[in-house]
């Protein structure tokens, strides 16, 4: 699942996270699965489906008309060309409700990525992968928020098995992150302005946005790791498919004026992985006042298509033509 942010969305501190697409591809390197993560996506290239994931988020009052409950119905289709080499078409539709105002429901922008990622030392489980996520402006509603202008961001994937440390128990631990800086289409400019007939001078602004560093990373224990690698406790179901999560994020304005502070929010919860689909469930929790004001939820269900259907839909592209 790719991740990416709504680069105007930084001038509306608390909401940059939870605009995040979803976070999709699970990964294979060595004796290690990374799973597909919910806000931030894993080190891998993969034929898969998301069909939904769900966020929703409450957000305070701030003045007006009474506290806001954002929900977004993320969609994204994950096709890969060659086995290290594919694309994700991503989108959300997102429902806008406040107390005492008219329902606002609309589109985002589409986001395309493209991405190579491998499997580069199978021994020490370390996958490696480079992107560049594509935000295309004036595709989605303007009246919820997408952005009139679109975004190129350059991104590295990693992930990493903690099997080197000495206590057992501890190595199935693992580690995951995406970090980005995303290149505004049409950078944020203020201007100042005199009024002609008072002489008074003003501040105003184009309508563009910052640039912006985006990052995440994810620590998960992984119970099947554990299971396979370390020592099988004959766990019954559901837990053993299960992956304890947390996954941290932060976006940060990479240039001033225009840029809003820094967001931390943190996402904990756990992913139920099994040979052909996971489901996810997370609390999406504010780090600071600019990562938001309240607590909320993000619910995903996963499809691997190349685990499904391996020689056809979730076959790379260049296969049907062999």
């Not at 979803?22 to 894993?42: E, I, N």
């Not at 966020?55 to 007006?64: C, F, L, N, P, W």
């Not at 999406?284 to 499904?308: E, M, R, S």
């Amino acid at each position: 699942m790719i991740r990416t942010f709504p680069i105007a969305a930084l001038v509306c501190a608390g909401v940059v996270v939870l605009r995040a697409s979803p976070a999709l591809a699970h990964a294979v390197c060595g004796s290690r699965v990374y799973p597909v993560t919910l806000t931030l996506d894993d080190p891998g290239v993969a034929d898969e489906l998301t069909l939904p994931q769900v966020v929703y988020t409450r957000e305070a009052a701030d003045g007006g008309p009474g506290p806001g409950h954002d929900t977004s119905l993320q969609f994204e289709y994950d096709k890969r060309v060659t086995d290290d080499f594919g694309f994700a078409f991503n989108d959300d539709y997102n429902v806008n409700q406040q107390n005492n105002a008219k329902t606002q429901t609309g589109w985002d922008d589409v986001t395309v990525t493209a991405k190579w990622a491998k499997c580069v030392d199978p021994d020490s489980d370390f996958q490696l992968g480079f992107g560049v996520i594509r935000e295309f402006g004036r595709t989605g509603t303007s009246h919820i928020g997408s952005d009139q202008y679109g975004n190129s961001a350059p991104t590295i994937y990693l992930g990493k098995g903690l099997d080197f440390i000495p206590a057992p128990m501890l190595q199935p631990l693992q580690f995951t992150g995406e970090f980005s800086y995303a290149f505004a289409d049409k950078q944020y400019r203020e201007f100042e302005v005199t009024e002609p007939r008072t002489g008074a001078v003003s501040t105003v602004a184009n309508d563009g946005s910052p640039n912006a560093w985006i990052g995440s990373f994810s620590i998960q224990y992984s119970i099947p790791y554990l299971q396979n690698q370390i020592k099988d406790f004959g766990l019954p179901e559901p837990f053993a498919h299960l992956i304890p999560v947390a996954e941290f994020n932060w976006v940060s304005s990479a240039s001033t004026p225009g840029g809003a502070p820094t967001s931390w929010t943190v996402a904990p919860g756990v992913i139920y992985l099994r040979s052909w689909y996971q489901v996810g469930l997370e609390a999406v929790v504010p780090l600071n006042k600019a990562g938001g004001t309240n607590v909320g939820f993000i619910v995903q269900f996963h499809v691997f298509l190349d685990d499904l259907y391996p020689h056809g839909l979730g076959a790379p592209l260049l296969e049907y033509f062999q």
